[in-house]
């Protein structure tokens, strides 16, 4: 699995974000951290909680693709995966019965079985997962692990909960126009965004990690036929 243009990305989107909270840091020595926050100050303060949820959302939803792409190169029967990762693997067959109204879906229903039965290669890549990754909060990260088979918390550091809930809170804010910039950043402090930027960077290469981790060890093969896949690579 090749994750080395997710954690450029990632890295790129960090350091941009790092440079906001340098530019919010001299801001406030020059008006003094008990001083009313200027306009424009309050505004950065803003916008870097957009420019910091996007180093997280670019790498949860570039890593589940990078993720989903390795498994497709292995070209793993249905039969053959980790029963819970066929609740993404089979996806169109779930959308096939879901739509195919009430005479439709007896034929639906047994396609996804013959899938099993014939030993039907799984493509992971074509499985859109956009709606779960629209908003990436905790649960959503969970919600992954979960659906994975990865068993693992969503984080590594349970301090980074309401970290990454005021991330996502003030972001959404501010995208669907809930508040202004000024408004999500008036009554914030360097330090306590800093947490926040490091606490983003924290969650974001421990799901990479995990999810290397898991991938490269073919944890999403069923045990029985996991050997012969870690001996191809």
Not at 121 to 141: A, F, Q, R, Y
Request: net charge negative; glycine share 6%.
């Amino acid at each position: 699995m090749n994750t080395s243009h997710v954690a450029a990305g990632l890295t790129t989107r960090l350091n941009e974000a790092r440079e906001l909270l340098g530019a919010i840091g001299a801001a406030e020595i020059r008006v003094g951290p008990l001083n009313p926050i200027p306009p424009f100050e309050a505004s950065l303060r803003g916008i870097f909680y957009v420019s910091c949820y996007g180093a997280l959302e670019w790498t949860v939803t570039s890593g589940v693709q990078a993720y989903l792409q390795s498994i497709d190169d292995d070209a793993v029967p249905f039969n053959r995966l980790d029963w819970v990762f066929n609740s993404v693997t089979m996806d169109a067959f779930f959308k096939s019965v879901a739509s195919s109204g009430a005479k439709g879906k007896w034929s639906a229903r047994r396609r996804m079985f013959e899938a099993f039965a014939n030993d039907t290669h799984c493509k992971p890549s074509e499985v859109s997962m956009g709606d779960l990754l629209s908003n990436i909060w905790p649960k959503t990260i969970e919600e992954i692990f979960q659906c994975f088979g990865i068993a693992k918390p969503w984080t590594n550091d349970l301090s980074n909960l309401g970290y990454m809930k005021e991330l996502v809170e003030k972001r959404n804010a501010v995208a669907h126009g809930r508040e202004t910039a000024i408004e999500a950043g008036e009554g914030t402090t360097f330090a306590q965004l800093d947490k926040i930027h490091k606490a983003t960077s924290g969650v974001a290469l421990y799901f990479l990690s995990a999810i290397e981790e898991h991938a490269l060890q073919k944890l999403y093969v069923r045990s029985a036929f996991r050997a012969e896949y870690i001996n191809a690579l």
